[in-house]
């Protein structure tokens, strides 16, 4: 479900700019040796990434999330290398772009049947992913066949399976009547976030994997989804909708056809047990995707807020602090960037994107890491372009 939002950019050819658009750059190499002009897939502008490196090429490949110990990313793909299925799987590759085991660069870790969402590791080595096989081994029928629009399917048989980390033994962790999904896991291991309609709206829940209890942490209309827990597991950020009078209602009828539309979203705060939320952003478009920062003090998130104005196709990733204050634009290439996470070390960056070295419009999304530079230096600097600022503040 985190993953649909892409499909509103992918269906269209989305235009980088070109070789001869890109501004010059000092290419003086580092002290340590990094220099830019080598650094192929890094945009101008992008001064907190450095030495991407892009680990699929083709497909639609998302929501790539580090194991505990940072050697290893969970991800969805339909990309056909790899999937003859036709729909998602959960595949485990290693970080360094390494063999997985004797054979294989991408290993496939969950059934193979249905259709998959959000992989995620518990902190035993063991994954979490949401699936529909048990509703049956096809691709379930997407909503906007049904209604004839632009909608998100929220199946009302996909339920939370964990699995060993080579994805045998599957056993059901987190189900029951509609929809359970989006789970991510607490850095202390204990706890499983996850969206669900158990209660009758998309809300929020908290699993104990030590208790087996369940606590529901929000309770206002709309779609509540895409939790992910701060580095001391105190905190949570999530995506949210608050639809008012007839967009209310409209949410209300599609969710009763197991859709949602991907309207305005927005960025919420709270503490671990649901208390004390708050909204972070007050922007127009999809603010979504978001992950604490390393420091606990910021959020890492992909937004279309500053390019409505030309359709809302290009997404990027900005920085804000826990106020909605401090902005600050982190991708530039032009196309669609979304689903970062940091790696547990806070050093590198993992993070889904339309980007191509060679600056062609591509509609594949693939999967980069990158190292995260947390202070730029000069010929970080050097390499910034000149761009819109953006707002004094995420809150508008």
């Not at 070789?19 to 650094?39: H, I, K, L, N």
């Not at 705060?269 to 999809?286: E, F, K, M, W």
């Amino acid at each position: 479900m985190r993953a649909a939002l892409l499909l509103l950019a992918l269906p269209l050819a989305l235009v980088a700019c070109t070789p001869s658009e890109v501004e010059e750059t000092d290419t003086t190499a580092t002290a340590d040796g990094y220099d830019p002009a080598t650094d192929s897939l890094r945009f101008p502008g992008e001064v907190h990434l450095r030495n991407l490196r892009q680990l699929t090429f083709g497909g639609n490949n998302a929501e790539a999330y580090w194991s505990f110990d940072d050697r290893q990313l969970i991800f969805q793909s339909d990309w056909s290398a790899i999937n003859p299925q036709g729909c998602d799987q959960q595949f485990v590759m290693n970080a360094d772009g390494s063999m997985v085991g004797d054979s294989a660069q991408y290993a496939l870790v969950s059934t193979g049947r249905g259709r998959t969402t959000c992989g995620y590791f518990l902190a035993d080595g063991r994954i979490v992913y949401a699936s529909t096989h048990e509703g049956g081994p096809d691709c379930p029928t997407s909503s906007a066949d049904r209604t004839d629009r632009y909608v998100w399917d929220i199946f009302p048989t996909f339920d939370i399976y964990v699995a060993n980390a080579d994805g045998s033994n599957p056993q059901l962790l987190i189900g029951g009547e509609g929809y359970d999904a989006e789970a991510t896991v607490s850095p202390d291991g204990r706890y499983v976030v996850f969206t669900s309609t158990r209660d009758g709206d998309l809300d929020l829940y908290r699993y104990d994997l030590e208790t087996g209890e369940t606590l529901r942490l929000t309770d206002a209309l709309g779609y509540d989804g895409g939790a992910f827990f701060s580095p001391d597991g105190s905190k949570l950020v999530w995506r949210a909708s608050r639809p008012e009078g007839e967009d209310a209602e409209r949410y209300r009828a599609l969710l009763a056809q197991h859709a949602i539309e991907p309207g305005a979203l927005n960025l919420f705060v709270a503490n671990a047990d649901g208390s004390d939320a708050r909204q972070i952003t007050d922007l127009p478009g999809a603010n979504w995707a978001p992950f604490f920062h390393p420091s606990g003090e910021k959020i890492l998130f992909s937004s279309n807020h500053h390019t409505l104005d030309q359709g809302g196709r290009e997404f990027d990733l900005f920085l804000v602090g826990l106020d909605g204050t401090g902005p600050e634009r982190v991708t530039y290439s032009g196309t669609f960037d979304a689903f970062p996470m940091f790696s547990f070390s806070g050093d590198k960056l993992v993070f889904a994107s339309n980007r191509r070295a060679d600056r062609r419009p591509s509609r594949d999304t693939n999967i980069f890491v990158a190292d995260w530079v947390e202070t730029p230096t000069a010929v970080d600097s050097a390499f910034q372009s000149v761009v819109p600022a953006p707002p004094a503040s995420m809150e508008r």
